[in-house]
């Protein structure tokens, strides 16, 4: 049988060799202590009564936050903080930046963006949630940390990833070099490496979109999906509509299967929903490294210069075929 490696020995042998990455290894290692105990949480959700809404708290996002919003912002907080391999962090449930001031953190390399449980409307229905993040390199280790160094590009991004929260725990990640996915055995609580050099597939049959805003859609995007609804035998369509309302779910669906997630501007959301700096960029991060593609309908996501680190951005991103496909209806005049 064929050994086991851990995450840690995995990166360690085959992605980030050498001292100068010890570090990077054991933020990502901090990551996964606290995923590991979100994974727990989840499972004892019901039985714990930490399902529902965490009373009279809106995120920065004036949404309704759920007790294991709280529950897992605080994991994340404590572990990345007490490992000190990261000055400080963006979460999508604080409003501001979060320095860590003691004298390890302050000294570290790295800064980290996350969504430490997304897709949370999901939780009362027992339906895939996860945790989505990105690591950034500190433009100077000696100044201290403000925020706008977290405003970088996306394809400066040094390593994201997501932890899938499903029918198992999967914790996927880049560092630039492939994408490569390591999952909780929950008798040791150990992740071990699973998915190997993921390739998302360059052509896929599934579309995953919320259609109820079909309507709200630019006229480009409801051709696009009249498109996808049309029977043509040559390109196999009708496509199959998958929609699970959990990015973190539609994506690794995609990844494995191949697939086009859309999360579009809209009528009422002129941005989109979703967040660039802890949920596009990573996604679109780890989608490139596996093959795929990422736009926000008009650029490459890794290529937009935030401006606030809770920006939204429409996000297009999947198989290859299917980014280009809708490029072309994106880009017709006809249609916009
Ligand atoms: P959240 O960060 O508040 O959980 O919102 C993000 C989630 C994504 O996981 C998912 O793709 C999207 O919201 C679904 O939104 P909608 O219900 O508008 O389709
Ligand atoms: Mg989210």
């Known amino acids: 049988m064929k050994e086991k490696l851990t995450a840690y ?42 399902i529902g809404d965490f009373m009279g708290n809106k995120n920065s996002h004036g949404e309704d936050v759920k007790k294991l919003d709280v529950i897992a912002n605080n994991l994340f907080i404590k572990s990345l903080e007490n490992g000190g391999n990261c000055a400080g962090i963006v979460s999508e449930e604080r409003e501001k930046v979060l320095i860590f001031n003691n004298e390890v953190s302050k000294n570290s390399k790295y800064l980290v963006c996350i969504d430490p449980l997304d897709g949370s409307s999901n939780l009362d229905v027992n339906v895939p949630v996860g945790t989505i993040f990105s690591i950034l390199k500190r433009p100077s280790i000696i100044d201290k940390t403000y925020t706008k160094d977290f405003l970088q590009i996306g394809s400066r991004q040094v390593a994201a990833g997501y932890i899938i ?40 049959h599934m579309y995953s979109v919320n259609q109820g805003n079909f309507y709200e859609f630019p006229l480009s995007v409801q051709e696009y999906i009249r498109w996808c609804e049309q029977k043509d035998e040559k390109t196999k369509r009708p496509y199959s509509l998958r929609y699970v309302g959990s990015m973190v779910a539609d994506i690794h669906r995609s990844l494995l299967k191949g697939g086009l997630f859309i999360y579009s501007a809209s009528k009422k959301a002129p941005n989109g929903k979703l967040r660039l700096m802890y949920e596009c960029n990573p996604m679109a991060f780890i989608i490139e490294q ?15 210069s935030p401006s606030s680190i809770h920006q939204k951005s429409p996000i297009f991103i999947g198989s290859s075929d299917m980014v280009k496909q809708i490029s072309k209806f994106l880009k017709s005049k006809l249609f916009n």
Do not use: M
Request: glycine residues 8%; charged residues 30%.
């Open 9 to 50: 020995q995995y990166l360690l042998k085959d992605k980030l060799t050498g001292d100068k990455n010890r570090e990077l290894i054991a933020l990502l290692k901090d990551i996964k202590l606290a995923a590991r105990q979100v994974s727990k949480e989840l499972n004892n959700a019901s039985l714990d009564n930490t």
């Open 165 to 204: 929260y499903g029918s198992s725990t999967i914790y996927v990640i880049t560092v630039g070099k492939g994408v490569d996915a390591f999952t909780l055995d929950p008798i040791v609580q150990e992740f071990y490496l699973s998915h190997e050099n993921i390739k998302i597939p360059k052509k896929g």
């Open 290 to 304: 596996a093959g795929g593609l990422a736009i926000d309908g008009k650029k490459r996501i890794l290529d937009i």
